[in-house]
């Protein structure tokens, strides 16, 4: 199977030989490029989303022409061309980097930094982080010029970018411990070799904690998440509402040796009656 990449090397050399706009074969060929530099790219597309010149290639939109002649994700393009922005405006000097010798921080790192950066709320996926000014300050050092990765910088900034609310850990336990008491009452009943007797019993058990782990969570607070969102629709708690069919048993088991044997075994014969004469027997001293 080709890669993208070596789509996108092929796209250009043909958009080339065939004298396309240079501008097209060049934003062909940075793509290419992405993963050394994406600034590079997200630079092409800002041009282009200025001059709108995907327009005389026969493309409605930038999104279209990233999604077709790119392969790239309308939402990916977006964020490239945001975290390009927020570095022109907060660290200008990462443009003058090659890559090689200075680092360029990943479109993620920041993505991060833009998120921290927003004034205005923009939702669940673009959330403003309200942070005070030093931590902004070791923030931009971290992604610009210490090159962390997302993952760290989740880790080091989060608990005071994004604090927890208290209790929330144990809440996430509670839901955790639910969601996996729901798991297994559905996955007991698609075990064939188990007796009816026993899954019952799992229900039974499963029932009961479910009842307490709702009980808990109703304590805790959890009628409405940290986000202010409503609370999910609380499902019922009986295993036995979510029961499924039980899977036929296993070729080789006992159970299904079991179930063979009774399949070809031929009913036995039912007695034969024998009819009454109507006469009376004698009998004789």
């Known amino acids: 199977m080709t890669s993208t990449h070596e789509k996108l090397e092929a796209l250009a050399d043909t958009l080339e030989r065939h004298g396309e706009d240079p501008i097209r074969v060049e934003v062909v060929r940075r793509a290419t490029r992405f993963k050394r530099s994406w600034v590079e790219l997200a630079e092409a597309l800002c041009g282009l989303r200025e001059s709108r010149a995907f327009e005389a290639w026969g493309y409605g939109d930038l999104h279209e022409y990233c999604h077709k002649e790119l392969a790239i994700k309308p939402s990916t393009a977006d964020k490239l061309m ?7 405006q907060h660290a200008p000097e990462v443009l003058e980097r090659d890559g090689v010798a200075q680092q360029i921080p990943s479109p993620e790192a920041v993505d991060y930094f833009t998120r921290a950066m927003r004034d205005d709320d923009g939702g669940s996926a673009a959330r403003r982080l309200d942070a005070p000014k030093d931590v902004i300050d070791q923030l931009r050092s971290a992604v610009f010029e210490e090159g962390s990765s997302v993952s760290e910088l989740r880790q080091r900034f989060n608990p005071v970018l994004r604090p927890k609310p208290e209790g929330a850990e144990e809440k996430e336990l509670l839901r955790k411990t639910r969601n996996a008491a729901r798991k297994l009452s559905e996955l007991v009943h698609q075990v064939g070799e188990l007796s009816e007797a026993r899954v ?3 229900d039974a058990v499963v029932e009961a904690l479910l009842k307490d782990l709702e009980r808990l969570l109703s304590e805790a607070g959890a009628s409405t998440t940290a986000a202010g969102e409503p609370a999910p629709v609380a499902m019922k708690s009986d295993a036995r509402t979510r029961r499924r069919p039980r899977r036929a048993p296993k070729t080789g088991t006992k159970a ?6 009774a399949a070809t075994r031929k009913p036995a014969p039912k007695p034969v009656k024998k009819k009454s004469s109507g006469r009376k027997r004698v009998r004789t001293r």
């Not at 299904?256 to 044997?261: H, I």
Request: hydrophobic share 45%.
């Open 256 to 261: 299904a040796q079991k179930a063979k044997k």
């Open 200 to 202: 019952a019993r799992v």
């Open 82 to 88: 945001m975290s390009f922005g927020t570095v022109q």
